[in-house]
């Protein structure tokens, strides 16, 4: 069975941090793009951070750059996204999701997804 199990997520006030963590299982790591949705209430899923553990390639929305860093841990087959610097706006269930598809809304219906893990991120 597939599995992508994200956790890491709470409640932090605004400018703090979280590290979120992805645990994958039951398909090849390496051969898969690994990557990080949000969607909060009422508004459109968004991408994140996306990246290829079997070359390190990385995407980030505008919104986070220099803000998240998404890291793969190939060997435990686990990907990490720190968040820095903390907003309101921030706040959402974040979505942890793999596909061989180029980062994008593809992904809704060519790619695997776990059940995400909220983010809070208070005023």
């Known amino acids: 069975e597939v599995q992508l199990q994200a956790s890491g997520g709470g409640l932090v006030q605004d400018g703090g941090f979280l590290k979120l963590s992805c645990a994958a299982s039951?398909?090849?790591?390496?051969?898969?793009?690994i990557g990080w949705f949000r969607q909060a209430p009422g508004k459109e899923r968004e991408r994140v951070s996306c990246?290829?553990?079997?070359?390190?390639?990385?995407y980030y929305g505008d919104f986070v750059k220099g803000r998240f860093t998404i890291s793969s841990d190939n060997a435990k087959n686990t990907v990490s996204l720190q968040m820095n610097s903390l907003k309101p706006e921030d706040t959402a269930v974040y979505y942890c999701?793999?596909?061989?598809?180029?980062?994008?809304?593809?992904?809704?219906?060519?790619?695997?997804w776990g059940k995400g893990t909220q983010v809070t991120v208070s005023s």
């Open positions: 999701a793999a596909s061989k598809d180029p980062c994008g809304t593809t992904w809704y219906r060519r790619g695997y």
């Open positions: 039951g398909f090849t790591f390496n051969d898969y793009r």
């Open positions: 990246i290829s553990p079997n070359d390190g390639s990385t």
